[in-house]
């Protein structure tokens, strides 16, 4: 019994060993059926590429971007924020500025401390110095999923956009459109 118990441990490691996962480059991803590198790449090269060249040509201010409910309205499961992380990682290399709240009340309580006496004056974080956003990032992602010839078609539509807080206009908007065909899969038990 031993034997068979080792001789399986052995035939399940090398199976592993033998068969094991490769990896791709996601730039070279030809897509699939469902939400992927392909579209996440390409989602993200529009958004980038368009809202740079607004916030340099177009605002040509220092803008403080803070990302907010960008949803998932399609049928298929859509991690969002793996999207706005690539787009807002891309920006910040390009000297594009993020406001992330969450850490607000941990910084307010140092400046606390700070005022005590108690922290040295020259380490203390001084009053006044956070930013506030000047634009909320926002967007969805919204599909529409049809039969045409045997085929199912899905139209895919990624909206994204800049909103100016001091008047709630929308600064800047773009899209990336994706329309996928594959052919139905037939169930057969």
Same mark, same amino acid.
């Given at each position: 019994?031993? @034997?068979? +118990?080792?001789?399986?441990?052995?035939?399940?490691?090398?199976?592993?060993?033998?068969?094991?996962?490769?990896?791709?480059?996601?730039?070279?991803?030809?897509?699939?059926? $469902?939400?992927?590198?392909? $579209?996440?790449?390409?989602? /993200?090269? =529009?958004?980038? #590429?368009?809202?740079?060249?607004?916030?340099?040509? $177009?605002?040509? @201010?220092? +803008?403080?971007? !803070? /990302?907010?409910?960008?949803?998932?309205?399609?049928? !298929?499961?859509?991690?969002? @924020? &793996?999207?706005?992380?690539?787009?807002?990682?891309?920006?910040?290399?390009?000297?594009?500025?993020?406001?992330?709240?969450?850490? =607000?009340?941990?910084?307010? +309580? !140092? &400046?606390?401390? #700070?005022?005590?006496? &108690?922290?040295?004056?020259?380490?203390?974080?001084?009053? #006044?110095?956070?930013?506030?956003?000047?634009?909320?990032?926002? #967007?969805?992602?919204?599909?529409?999923?049809?039969? /045409?010839?045997?085929?199912?078609?899905?139209?895919?539509?990624?909206?994204?956009?800049?909103?100016?807080?001091?008047?709630? /206009?929308?600064?800047?908007?773009?899209?990336?459109?994706?329309?996928?065909?594959? +052919?139905?899969? @037939?169930?057969?038990?």
């Amino acid at each position: 019994m031993k @034997k068979y +118990a080792v001789l399986g441990v052995a035939l399940m490691f090398m199976m592993t060993a033998c068969g094991g996962t490769q990896y791709r480059d996601a730039k070279e991803d030809k897509g699939s059926r $469902e939400w992927g590198p392909k $579209e996440i790449k390409m989602t /993200v090269n =529009t958004m980038v #590429g368009s809202m740079y060249t607004f916030l340099k040509d $177009e605002y040509k @201010k220092p +803008a403080f971007i !803070e /990302v907010r409910n960008f949803r998932n309205k399609t049928s !298929e499961h859509i991690d969002t @924020k &793996m999207i706005t992380d690539e787009i807002s990682t891309n920006l910040i290399k390009k000297r594009i500025r993020f406001i992330d709240q969450s850490l =607000t009340a941990d910084a307010m +309580a !140092e &400046m606390e401390r #700070g005022m005590t006496g &108690m922290i040295d004056p020259d380490a203390a974080i001084p009053v #006044g110095m956070l930013k506030s956003p000047n634009f909320y990032m926002t #967007g969805d992602i919204r599909d529409n999923v049809r039969t /045409v010839g045997g085929k199912s078609l899905q139209y895919l539509v990624v909206t994204m956009q800049l909103i100016d807080l001091r008047t709630n /206009v929308v600064e800047w908007q773009d899209r990336q459109e994706f329309l996928k065909a594959s +052919a139905k899969t @037939k169930i057969s038990f």
